[in-house]
């Protein structure tokens, strides 16, 4: 159908790619039509789901292998971007990754890296490809974060929550800065997803004794997504008891939602 193609003619590139919700979002894409430009590190996992994603979508793909937490890797991207020769019309920040733990438990270097990833090579992409963007009128950009970026700090987790919040923020202004451009900004903000994270961080026999309606899919989540930035959505929230526990927490004094947010936290390390 033709509103399934109305990404005909553009191209998305993806961080985060490999897997979970990166790779969830660049299915969604590729069923619009966009031509998909997948970043991640796992070249092999990179190199199937490009063969996966022209076979079933027909649309083309391209496998960009980086390390995010290196500081070059900008740089090294937009270089690669000129070699494709695509121009960019949408961008998908969605790498990231969980270090547990208080702000002592894990060295300085596992931390900056993750910053590096998280909070400065998104900004350094965004820079990046803006230009263009505003030039051509058009621009889709989808940062991923999480709704702990929208909830009182509780403790635990730390670094995870700070960039969470940041990349909230920075969506917020950034959307306001450039619809007039042409421009859409979303921030999406998943509660519980079934994906690899909880497998990476150490924490998949916690997050399993949580109740299942906490929990959504890869896919469902990308669909929120996609949709809301489609219509230039400024937050996107997937499924009702989230929001509604947001609402929630913002009509609390925030002492208390600090306290109930330590409570959470303690019971999920």
């Given at each position: 159908?033709?509103?399934?193609?109305?990404?005909?003619?553009?191209?998305?590139?993806?961080?985060?790619?490999?897997?979970g919700i990166g790779m969830a979002?660049?299915?969604?894409?590729?069923?619009?039509?966009?031509?998909?430009?997948?970043?991640?590190?796992?070249?092999?996992?990179?190199?199937?789901?490009?063969?996966?994603?022209?076979?079933?979508?027909?649309?083309?793909?391209?496998?960009?292998?980086?390390?995010?937490?290196?500081?070059?890797?900008?740089?090294?991207?937009?270089?690669?971007?000129?070699?494709?020769?695509?121009?960019?019309?949408?961008?998908?920040?969605?790498?990231?990754?969980?270090?547990?733990?208080?702000?002592?438990?894990?060295?300085?270097?596992?931390?900056?890296?993750?910053?590096?990833?998280?909070?400065?090579?998104?900004?350094?992409?965004?820079?990046?490809?803006?230009?263009?963007?505003?030039?051509?009128?058009?621009?889709?950009?989808?940062?991923?974060?999480?709704?702990?970026?929208?909830?009182?700090?509780?403790?635990?987790?730390?670094?995870?929550?700070?960039?969470?919040?940041?990349?909230?923020?920075?969506?917020?202004?950034?959307?306001?800065?450039?619809?007039?451009?042409?421009?859409?900004?979303?921030?999406?903000?998943?509660?519980?997803?079934?994906?690899?994270?909880?497998?990476?961080?150490?924490?998949?026999?916690?997050?399993?004794?949580?109740?299942?309606?906490?929990?959504?899919?890869?896919?469902?989540?990308?669909?929120?997504?996609?949709?809301?930035?489609?219509?230039?959505?400024?937050?996107?929230?997937?499924?009702?008891?989230?929001?509604?526990?947001?609402?929630?927490?913002?009509?609390?004094?925030?002492?208390?939602?600090?306290?109930?947010?330590?409570?959470?936290?303690?019971?999920?390390?």
């Open positions: 159908m033709t509103h399934q193609r109305k990404g005909e003619g553009r191209t998305v590139l993806i961080t985060g790619a490999s897997a979002l660049s299915h969604v894409f590729a069923r619009r039509g966009y031509a998909i430009i997948l970043v991640a590190r796992r070249k092999d996992r990179l190199d199937a789901l490009k063969a996966q994603l022209e076979a079933v979508h027909g649309v083309r793909a391209f496998s960009l292998p980086a390390d995010l937490a290196k500081i070059e890797a900008p740089d090294e991207i937009m270089e690669a971007l000129h070699a494709f020769g695509l121009p960019i019309d949408a961008l998908v920040n969605n790498a990231g990754y969980n270090l547990r733990g208080a702000t002592p438990d894990n060295p300085w270097a596992a931390k900056r890296d993750m910053l590096q990833a998280m909070a400065i090579a998104p900004y350094a992409l965004t820079h990046l490809l803006l230009p263009a963007m505003r030039e051509r009128k058009f621009g889709r950009i989808l940062n991923v974060a999480s709704v702990v970026g929208l909830l009182p700090g509780g403790g635990a987790n730390t670094l995870y929550s700070g960039v969470k919040a940041m990349q909230v923020a920075f969506s917020e202004a950034l959307h306001i800065d450039e619809r007039k451009h042409g421009i859409h900004v979303t921030a999406l903000c998943p509660g519980l997803t079934y994906s690899e994270f909880h497998d990476v961080d150490g924490s998949r026999a916690q997050m399993q004794k949580l109740p299942k309606f906490l929990w959504h899919t890869s896919e469902s989540v990308a669909e929120a997504g996609y949709a809301a930035l489609d219509r230039n959505a400024m937050i996107c929230v997937p499924g009702l008891f989230y929001r509604t526990g947001i609402a929630a927490a913002r009509m609390l004094p925030r002492r208390l939602a600090n306290r109930i947010a330590a409570r959470i936290a303690r019971g999920a390390r």
